[in-house]
T-cell receptor
């Protein structure tokens, strides 16, 4: 079946540090979304990015569809960035497959 | 405010007692779906609906039912809950089944415990 793999599974940072989270997918995707799940369990949309690069404040994402990966960059991390980051590939224009997530802890 | 709402947010119940988790969206989206999230497994789709009166199974439909009588509502029904259905449930919606500019929005989640 279709696989979406995220790395690293866990990441601990000091406040102010930068980080890169990676998402690899086993088959071509029609689209890709990044989510942040906060400590209260809510899933927050970060990026909807089939290809190219998007930026939103301290966060940016790049998807290289031809090479089947996407990267999420977090700069100048803050404690409020803590949580789990999920990527999800959209296949066949409909099926959404999630990775297992990267758990980020930002320490003050 | 455009949003997906779910109720209840937290529920503790006992094996075999029927329950319904409601989901509503105010964005006039055609497509709605339910997911469950379990540790180490990420989110898995339970059921989805492409429009009113059109529903289909996702990856893990066993033990669940859904209905789509109105465009905005998509309730999840557990006729006879069992402990292995203890999970965090998310309802989601997007404008269409497929196509560009079609990001999916998630509700706040329902944490269900079946004793």
């Amino acid at each position: 079946g279709i696989q979406v793999e995220q790395s690293p599974p866990d990441l601990i940072l000091q406040e102010g540090a930068n980080s890169t989270l990676r998402c690899n997918f086993s088959d071509s995707v029609n689209n890709l979304q990044w989510f942040h799940q906060n400590p209260w369990g809510q899933l927050i949309n970060l990026f909807y990015i089939p290809s190219g690069t998007k930026q939103n404040g301290r966060l940016s994402a790049t998807t290289v569809a031809t090479e089947r990966y996407s990267l999420l960059y977090i700069s100048s991390s803050q404690t409020t960035d803590s949580g789990v980051y999920f990527c999800a590939g959209i296949y066949n224009n409909n099926d959404m497959r999630f990775g297992a997530g990267t758990r980020l802890t930002v320490k003050p | 405010e455009a949003q997906v709402t779910q109720n209840p947010r937290y529920l503790i119940t006992v094996t075999g007692k029927k329950l319904t988790v409601t989901c509503s969206q105010n964005m006039n989206h055609e497509y709605m779906s339910w997911y469950r999230q379990d540790p180490g497994l990420g989110l898995r789709q339970i059921y989805y609906s492409m429009n009113v009166e059109v529903t289909d199974k996702g990856d893990v439909p066993e033990g669940y039912k859904v209905s789509r009588k109105e465009k905005r509502n998509f309730p999840l029904i557990l006729e006879s809950p069992s402990p292995n259905q203890t999970s965090l449930y998310f309802c989601a919606s997007k404008k269409y089944r497929s196509g560009p500019y079609n990001e999916q929005f998630f509700g706040p989640g329902t944490r269900l415990t079946v004793l």
